[in-house]
């Protein structure tokens, strides 16, 4: 094996609580994430020595990085392997830079994966997901990619059974870094909500449930990036949206949809009234 391709796929926070920092500066959280047909792509290929390329349509905003977190996942693996760190990597950045939909962290699961399956490395998927969290909260989730409750620091996991639901995704294109979104917080619903561990049958239960929800970072995130409630408005005038909300910290905005036909209406819509905002038409599960 030269060459092992993985797709990395949005992360989508259907709801976000938040609860109040810990001692150790992580703020416990609870959240339904779920993955998407969008996403970006990584291929591991064997070389003498570790290297990332990067191309698709938002690569330049990773230009500035000195140690992607491709990278960092490529060395966490190879050393709890005991092996050399070494393959080209190719990371196609078809999802926002910094965007609240997970690509960072998806990414690096990727590599993760590849990487396991490039360098022939046996090793289970819960120790992959150990060296997973000690390189971000959020890409525990990721190596996966399958529906799960968020809860800890978002390490703590429980997978869920979630209906396949037609997701319509928008970034206005504007950065909201996290850790100013958490600086920002006034009010938060906190994690004490009873999940129902026993997931959904259909997509009335799910969005029942969702009623009950919200994301707590999506108010501060508005008032960082007041572009971000523009993007709410758009997909909640959609016709037959059936509920708009802000992903992660931000920007990225999504609403769920009935069908794929209303959702690719959707899309079209929000394109041509916004042509300079980056849209994705997808499902998620």
Same mark, same amino acid.
Request: aromatic fraction near 4%; charged fraction near 20%; include cysteine.
């Given at each position: 094996?030269?060459?092992?391709?993985?797709?990395?796929?949005?992360?989508?926070?259907?709801?976000?609580?938040?609860?109040?920092?810990?001692?150790?500066?992580?703020?416990?959280?609870?959240?339904?994430?779920?993955?998407?047909?969008?996403?970006?792509?990584?291929?591991?290929?064997?070389?003498?020595?570790?290297?990332?390329?990067?191309?698709?349509?938002?690569?330049?905003?990773?230009?500035?990085?000195?140690?992607?977190?491709?990278?960092?996942?490529?060395?966490?693996?190879?050393?709890?392997?005991?092996?050399?760190?070494?393959?080209?990597?190719?990371?196609?950045?078809?999802?926002?830079?910094?965007?609240? /939909? %997970?690509?960072?962290? *998806?990414?690096? &699961? !990727?590599?993760?994966? @590849? $990487?396991? #399956?490039?360098?022939?490395?046996?090793?289970?998927?819960?120790?992959?997901?150990?060296?997973?969290?000690?390189?971000?909260?959020?890409?525990?989730?990721?190596?996966?990619?399958?529906?799960?409750?968020?809860?800890?620091?978002?390490?703590?996991?429980?997978?869920?059974?979630?209906?396949?639901?037609?997701?319509?995704?928008?970034?206005?294109?504007?950065?909201?870094?996290?850790?100013?979104?958490?600086?920002?917080?006034?009010?938060?619903?906190?994690?004490?909500?009873?999940?129902?561990?026993?997931?959904?049958?259909?997509?009335?239960?799910?969005?029942?449930?969702?009623?009950?929800?919200?994301?707590?970072?999506?108010?501060?995130?508005?008032?960082?990036?007041?572009? /971000? %409630?523009?993007?709410? *408005?758009?997909? &909640? !005038?959609?016709?037959? @949206? $059936?509920? #708009?909300?802000?992903?992660?910290?931000?920007?990225?905005?999504?609403?769920?949809?009935?069908?794929?036909?209303?959702?690719?209406?959707?899309?079209?819509?929000?394109?041509?009234?916004?042509?300079?905002?980056?849209?994705?038409?997808?499902?998620?599960?």
């Amino acid at each position: 094996m030269n060459c092992v391709q993985e797709a990395a796929p949005a992360k989508v926070n259907l709801f976000l609580h938040v609860g109040d920092r810990r001692a150790d500066g992580f703020h416990p959280l609870q959240s339904l994430a779920v993955f998407t047909g969008a996403g970006d792509g990584l291929r591991a290929e064997a070389a003498p020595q570790l290297s990332l390329a990067m191309d698709g349509p938002f690569a330049a905003g990773l230009s500035g990085e000195g140690d992607n977190l491709v990278l960092r996942a490529a060395r966490a693996l190879a050393a709890e392997a005991g092996t050399l760190a070494v393959a080209k990597l190719t990371l196609t950045k078809n999802l926002p830079v910094a965007s609240g /939909i %997970g690509g960072g962290s *998806a990414d690096a &699961a !990727a590599a993760l994966r @590849a $990487l396991k #399956a490039l360098w022939r490395i046996e090793m289970t998927e819960a120790a992959l997901m150990d060296i997973a969290a000690g390189l971000g909260s959020d890409v525990p989730v990721c190596v996966p990619s399958k529906a799960a409750y968020m809860e800890g620091r978002g390490e703590v996991l429980t997978p869920v059974a979630v209906p396949r639901l037609p997701m319509l995704l928008v970034n206005p294109g504007v950065a909201v870094p996290t850790r100013d979104v958490f600086a920002a917080l006034q009010s938060r619903k906190g994690v004490g909500m009873d999940l129902p561990r026993a997931g959904f049958a259909d997509a009335k239960a799910l969005l029942h449930f969702l009623q009950e929800t919200r994301n707590d970072l999506e108010e501060s995130a508005r008032r960082i990036q007041p572009v /971000i %409630g523009a993007v709410l *408005a758009a997909l &909640a !005038a959609q016709p037959e @949206a $059936l509920l #708009a909300r802000m992903s992660g910290s931000g920007a990225t905005c999504f609403a769920l949809f009935p069908d794929d036909a209303a959702c690719a209406h959707a899309a079209q819509a929000v394109k041509a009234a916004r042509p300079g905002w980056w849209v994705a038409a997808t499902v998620c599960s």
